[in-house]
């Protein structure tokens, strides 16, 4: 049990500087590299999804989802960081958010560096969004799953007293 615990540790740590490397990587490239890359997945979607050679989506939207997809990303794996090194989920809550938080901010000051490239406070508050539905979306998990083994173990009790 205890070897699991430990290799769980070190799975979702690389995991999660893996995630962080990825989006402070995406914010170091210049601003016609990554318009480049946006604009290579816009006409793919477009490609697919279009009719008559209508535009779907635009480029704007496609970078606005990288944004808040990245994050989600980042809350799932943030909420599992804490719950292999903290297990204690309600008490360290503020500093799961803080930790998207501090994220946000880094990536967006790091384009300050980037030749073409601008911060943006809407961009945090859209990273924000992303990261709290990742939480969010592991908080629920967590719990359903809580819910499901009491559930169960009820289930088997009664079967068992019946018996």
Known sequence: MKSLRILARIVITLLFFACITFIWHNSMETAEVSSGRSG????AINEIFGQ???????????RKLAHFSE???????T??????????????WKGVVLTGFLTAVIDESIQFFSAGRSPGIGD??????????GMLFMLAVYW????????LLNRNRKKSFAS
């Open 144 to 151: 359903l799953t809580g819910k499901a083994k009491i559930w």
């Open 40 to 43: 290579r997945v816009t006409e």
């Open 71 to 77: 994050y989600g990303l980042e809350g799932v794996l």
């Open 52 to 62: 008559g050679g209508k535009e779907v989506i635009t480029e704007h939207f496609v």
């Open 79 to 92: 909420v599992l960081l804490f719950m292999v090194y903290c297990l204690k989920l309600k008490k360290y």
């Open 124 to 133: 945090v508050c859209i990273d924000m969004a992303g990261f709290i539905c």
